[in-house]
């Protein structure tokens, strides 16, 4: 298991304001499995990570730990409300 991977998946979600069933939904897994990855039972494939650090709008190094510094985490500054609310979702940038 990497290192962190668990804190950091729920710390991602929960800074999003997702539950553990919207951010299944949106990446097209189950609640459980969502639970199994933050648990620590679990570790995402590939793709999987790469959704998920989409959706919480994160890097994947900030998710793996090979970063941890802030600056892995998207801005949102200097983008209109409605960028904001659509710039970042499950499936990459919506702009």
């Known amino acids: 298991m990497i290192q962190g991977l668990t ?4 710390i991602a ?5 997702l539950s553990r069933k919207q951010a ?12 199994l990855y933050e648990s620590g039972s679990r570790q995402p494939s590939l793709s999987v990570l790469m959704k998920l650090a989409s959706l919480y709008c994160v890097s994947t190094d900030y998710l793996l730990g090979c970063d941890t510094t802030e600056k892995n985490v998207i801005s949102l500054e200097g983008l209109t ?15």
């Open 7 to 10: 804190k950091r998946l729920q």
């Open 13 to 17: 979600r929960i800074n999003k304001e």
């Open 24 to 35: 299944a939904e949106r990446i097209g897994v189950s609640e459980s499995l969502i639970g």
């Open 81 to 95: 409300d409605r960028q904001a609310d659509t710039g970042c979702d499950a499936y990459g940038p919506v702009f």
